[in-house]
């Protein structure tokens, strides 16, 4: 048997394909509630038949890039270098972490592609892609499949491939326009061994569990999924993050802007990063429930304490405990981390985020209690994570050691 | 080379001693503190020549006996199934969990004594004795050294061997009495490859960095650290939690009584499991930072409300989530975990604590601000742990890891 090793890691090569797929914002909760109403009659199916479901923790702050990226190496942001979708490095100042020179670590697939092992990586977004196509790995996106093709294994149109042209990556139905390009390349590309599909959360950004949207989605996922399963192939379906309302009754957003808070209190600061910052701002208006605060030491203390006392402000970390508690880098993070509660966010200035392009009343992400992710496998769990599967104490980092190593027929 | 393994991880078994010393509530900010103002120079010279200091995380709650059992067995409470000092358990109600039966994982020590690997196990409270003895491995505890002998080493008195008598298990030098039954152990047993040493929180609880009485606790401890290094031992430091104080300016105690709080708010409370309960009641009057909730299903959201309205209250958690992020067993804990910020304490009913029996103002811990505790090693750590140890986001529970299988030279 053949194994390849990243980062520390051991993992066997199959003999057949396996399907990673990381549903974006895919919170249990939307599990939970499909599964009951009946309306994923395939993954109920697998279930049925020797399947697992289980819950697992994502990295916090619980965002999209730190998440794609701890999954597809199997280790946390302290040494895969991504601790957000962005952040202040010391070299660049402020950046989106889009690009692959930040990443410290290689990913599993990247390391079977030198082992000669065929992979591929589907992202809905692009700005996923140049991170998880590093290191030789064949890679695609929604959003840039038009004209796209994947050389490496002779394709040269992917919306020939697939059928019909690719959905705006703001389309409900993008996320599945990836898995079908996915599924499209392995009958194509039958000698692909590890596939990474990754999806978006523009539907759970704006739509509860049992929205019509909602459904629309899951629905389609469960039936693409049972394309992938009738395939042959041995799947894992996990996710980047969770995802909660954060809005009063009313449907305005519940955020604490935290420059203008501190800057009323007569503390000066350097700095708000938002690690949820990406170019989709129609998803979250840069709104999460993490922030870190980049403050002169002698603003630290006063920072804390005017902070601490905003309702729904959970914890502050300073940066070396925050690096421990989340197993973060510690140069790529603020000198304070400040994470809210789940129906609670956190901005840097009012002025700073325009909420008139949300798709509806503010849903996202980014903190602790977004870190509760499902964890589904298309067999049962056999060997050492037998037991920490079952009591939902493993990460979506360990999902490739998972599938790829413990999975039994 | 001889490989044991215990609970998954494999351990090699050392040619000469190895020692583990657990300091109880051992924050890591003493140990700062110690090495800047020079009052730890056989920890300084350790680290000058050669020796490393870096920080991890504890179990949360951040307390004793779940953090004792996580560093002898190398897993979490999920697996090992401790996760307080007290808990409410479906088959016997509420209970301390001093009694080796709730076990649920062996300890390492247990598994080098099934292979023949001599191990002993000192601690300074009796009542991780019973816990850390399980599985046939000899223990003494000082609390009971009087009268006590370790017969499978043909040791017929501890006082005997100390050369003097123990002192109380509230003494100030309590800890070291349990640093001195290990290093007169090893000297009279030198077949003796592991051992662990528990020491007691009584100081950390009733004095800061700095005072009087830790400056004795620390110099002495530095001193005993010197005499095993002077044996040739191999040396790991870390502690089962940190500590932090909890009282205002005035030394009043900053304490939520969730029972009296929920009560007024007209909700019923089944119970408020305080897990830091123990015999050791002058140390923290059974306040720490960590409550569970025992509560009917339609009470749940209201008190979360009323709760995360109070100040000082971080994070509240359902079981499953609890579960999950702080990897307990789903059985032995709360309805709703509620945690608190580093200087408030939850209680139950004000009537049910007697503070007049605190030492002083009240310093204690369970919740997640005592979860970073100091790593220190006698040597510097190679192979695939090096990169998380120097980022600091190993755990206490991997320090038998480190110092049997990644300590070079």
């Given at each position: 048997m053949t194994v390849v090793t990243a980062n520390n890691r051991a993992y066997r090569v199959p003999a057949h394909a396996v399907v990673v797929i990381t549903v974006d914002g895919g919170d249990p909760s939307y599990f939970y509630d499909g599964l009951e109403r009946g309306i994923m009659p395939r993954l109920q199916r697998m279930l049925d038949e020797g399947g697992v479901f289980s819950v697992g923790a994502s990295e916090v702050p619980s965002l999209t890039n730190p998440n794609n990226i701890s999954i597809v190496t199997g280790v946390p942001p302290a040494i895969?270098?991504?601790?957000?979708?962005?952040?202040?490095?010391?070299?660049?100042?402020?950046?989106?972490?889009?690009?692959?020179?930040?990443?410290?670590?290689?990913?599993?697939?990247?390391?079977?592609?030198?082992?000669?092992?065929?992979?591929?990586?589907?992202?809905?977004?692009?700005k996923l892609r140049q991170l998880l196509g590093n290191g030789g790995v064949p890679s695609?996106?929604?959003?840039?499949?038009?004209?796209?093709?994947?050389?490496e294994y002779g394709i040269e149109s992917v919306e020939e491939l697939v059928g019909e042209p690719a959905p705006g990556?703001?389309?409900?139905?993008?996320?599945?326009?990836?898995?079908?390009?996915?599924?499209?390349?392995?009958r194509a590309a039958p000698q692909i061994r590890l596939l990474y599909v990754s999806l978006t959360d523009r539907v759970q950004h704006a739509h509860a569990p049992g929205e019509d949207?909602?459904?629309?989605?899951?629905?389609?996922?469960?039936?693409?999924?049972?394309?992938?399963?009738?395939?042959?192939?041995?799947?894992?379906v996990t996710a980047d993050h969770g995802m909660n309302a954060k809005h009063d009754e009313n449907g305005e957003p519940r955020v604490h802007y935290l420059k203008d808070v501190l800057e009323a209190a007569g503390i000066p600061v350097e700095g708000v990063v938002l690690p949820i910052t990406d170019p989709y701002v129609k998803h979250h208006g840069a709104l999460g429930s993490f922030a870190w605060l980049h403050l002169s030491a002698e603003h630290r203390e006063p920072a804390?304490?005017?902070?601490?006392?905003?309702?729904?402000?959970?914890?502050?970390?300073?940066?070396?405990?925050?690096?421990?508690?989340?197993?973060?880098?510690?140069d790529r993070i603020g000198?304070?981390?400040?994470?809210?509660?789940?129906?609670?966010?956190?901005?840097?200035?009012?002025?700073?985020?325009?909420?008139t392009q949300l798709h509806g009343p503010?849903?996202?992400?980014?903190?602790?209690?977004?870190?509760?992710?499902?964890?589904?496998?298309?067999g049962s769990v056999d060997g050492p994570l037998a037991d920490p599967f079952e009591a939902?104490?493993?990460?979506?980092?360990?999902?490739?050691?998972?599938?790829l190593n413990h999975v039994g027929a």
């Open positions: 895969h270098g991504i601790p957000g979708n962005y952040c202040r490095t010391p070299e660049d100042g402020l950046v989106l972490l889009n690009d692959a020179k930040y990443l410290r670590a290689p990913s599993i697939h990247a390391r079977f592609e030198e082992a000669g092992v065929p992979t591929l990586m589907v992202t809905t977004k692009d695609v996106s929604v959003e840039r499949a038009a004209g796209a093709g994947i050389p990556v703001y389309d409900p139905l993008a996320s599945h326009y990836a898995m079908r390009i996915g599924l499209s390349a392995l949207v909602s459904d629309l989605f899951f629905t389609e996922f469960d039936a693409l999924l049972g394309e992938y399963l009738d395939a042959g192939c041995t799947m894992a804390r304490r005017v902070l601490s006392a905003l309702p729904g402000v959970e914890e502050i970390w300073d940066r070396e405990q925050a690096a421990t508690v989340y197993e973060l880098p510690r000198d304070l981390a400040v994470t809210a509660s789940a129906d609670t966010a956190l901005g840097s200035a009012a002025a700073d985020h325009d909420l503010l849903r996202s992400h980014g903190g602790r209690h977004e870190q509760p992710v499902p964890l589904i496998l298309s939902g104490i493993l990460r979506s980092r360990d999902i490739h050691d998972l599938v």
